[in-house]
């Protein structure tokens, strides 16, 4: 258990809305992930931080943005949600010094309509 | 851009039944990584390969990185209800950061 929380766990939201999904994690780990999952395409990386206010775009990045002001918090913000966005949202932090293993947080349930 | 290829997408067999699952690439990869993932549940990993030809166990499960670590399979023993799950498998390739990530293979062990 790395300690990672997801807020919220679920959401159901509107076209053209904000939606804003946080990442807690209590462990201090500098690299976290998010990435969205959809049947067929496994898990596909969105953005990532490698450490307070560094971050990087993903391979699915169009139409998300995030943000980390604080190690333990990593935001990922749909600035005008759309329904292609409808999908399972994962946060993971990268362990040091294991081999590049990354721990997932329990997942975001978002359905856009 | 760096691909892996996870075969098959889907399979259904019966408790007691063997099976492989696999997971190629032309590119190859420092190390080589299997997770499951139960339903609303994130992945968790279940091991990682390193050293070409490398063969690991975990109980019924066998986990082989290829010679030239571009490849890498699950085999399981005697599959019980418990195994089914989604399997992924992700490599560590070009980038210091990121995983390349299989697209899965959902598995069901039926009793």
């Known amino acids: 258990d790395a300690g990672i929380t997801q807020s919220p766990r679920h959401k159901v939201t509107e076209t053209g809305t904000p939606v804003t999904l946080r990442c807690h994690q209590t462990?201090?780990?500098?690299?976290m992930y998010w990435y969205r999952q959809d049947p067929g395409h496994g898990l596909r990386l969105i953005h990532y931080s490698y450490g307070v206010k560094d971050t990087d775009k993903g391979e699915v990045s169009d139409g998300y943005s995030v943000s980390r002001s604080k190690t333990e918090d990593f935001l990922l913000t749909l600035e005008s949600a759309t329904s292609s966005q409808t999908s399972v949202y994962f946060c993971?932090?990268?362990?040091?010094?294991?081999?590049?293993?990354?721990?997932f947080g329990p997942g975001t349930r978002l359905l856009v309509l | 851009t760096q691909l892996l290829e996870q075969s098959p997408q889907f399979l259904s067999i019966q408790e007691g039944e063997n099976l492989t699952v696999y997971c190629n690439s032309s590119?190859?990869?420092?190390?080589l990584q299997w997770y499951r993932q139960e339903p609303g549940e994130g992945p968790v990993l279940l091991v990682t390969v390193v050293t070409g030809g490398e063969v690991k166990k975990l109980k019924r499960l066998t986990f082989q990185f290829g010679d030239a670590r571009k490849d890498s399979s699950l085999h399981i023993t005697a599959a019980q209800p418990g195994d089914t799950g989604l399997y992924l498998c992700a490599g560590a390739g070009d980038s210091n950061y990121q995983l390349i990530w299989g697209a899965g293979t959902k598995l069901i062990i039926k009793p």
């Open positions: 462990e201090n780990h500098r690299y």
């Open positions: 590119s190859v990869f420092s190390s």
């Open positions: 993971a932090i990268r362990h040091s010094g294991q081999q590049e293993t990354q721990y």
